[in-house]
């Protein structure tokens, strides 16, 4: 079975970060589901996670990174490195066909099974079949979102709509999740 699919997208503006996931699942060329959830809270509410591949395994690399995240005491990255470990090395964790976005009210970080754990230089991530076209227009309202008054939120719903209308597998029933900056560090 193929699973095709999904668009995630994170955007972190004026001390807030913001994960969006469309709800759609598709096996082969049928759409199957309309509201899954592909973004979700773990490690106590602290950190965000959006997966996009197939579901079984994004939802054991999430119960994974939070085994990580309880070992190191929250430590999103230390967590996320020792998850791409594991993840490429692993004879069982390998076969597993996923992407993640992890954030937290300080990081933002891909993490991919070939090993990558990547921190994104602009405040801007997206993965899945929409992610180039979510990332894109949250990148050109990011440029212009002070001027109109836009916060985090607006930014990725207005990606993710314009993702939607571009990918035939990504659609608009969104789920979204919010963290605010640690207000001891500057955003």
């Known amino acids: 079975m193929n699973f095709h699919g999904t668009t995630i997208l994170a955007v972190r503006h004026n001390g807030k970060v913001t994960v969006a996931g469309d709800g759609q699942v598709t096996l082969n060329t049928t759409v199957i589901k309309h509201k899954a959830r592909k973004v979700r809270r773990i490690y106590n509410d602290r950190i965000i996670v959006g997966f996009a591949g197939a ?5 054991n690399l999430s119960e994974k990174l939070e ?3 309880e070992r190191y005491n929250g430590n999103l990255i230390r967590a996320a490195v020792e998850l791409a470990r594991d993840w490429r090395t692993d004879k069982f964790l390998r076969r597993l066909e996923a992407m993640m ?3 937290d009210a300080e990081q ?3 993490i991919s099974g070939n090993g990558d754990v990547i921190e994104p230089d602009a405040p801007v991530l997206g993965i899945g079949s929409g992610g180039v076209a979510a990332h894109a ?3 050109a309202l990011l440029a212009h979102a002070d001027r109109l ?4 939120r607006t930014i990725v719903t207005e990606a993710m709509q314009i993702a939607s209308s571009l990918c035939i597998y990504t659609n608009t ?3 979204i999740e919010e963290i605010e900056n640690n207000p001891d560090k500057p955003s």
Request: charged residues 10%; without cysteine; hydrophobic residues 60%.
């Open 173 to 175: 029933a969104f789920s």
């Open 108 to 110: 933002m970080l891909l």
């Open 55 to 59: 579901t079984a395994d994004a939802l």
């Open 67 to 69: 085994g990580k995240l």
């Open 149 to 152: 008054g836009m916060d985090s």
């Open 101 to 103: 976005i992890a954030v």
């Open 137 to 139: 227009a949250a990148t």
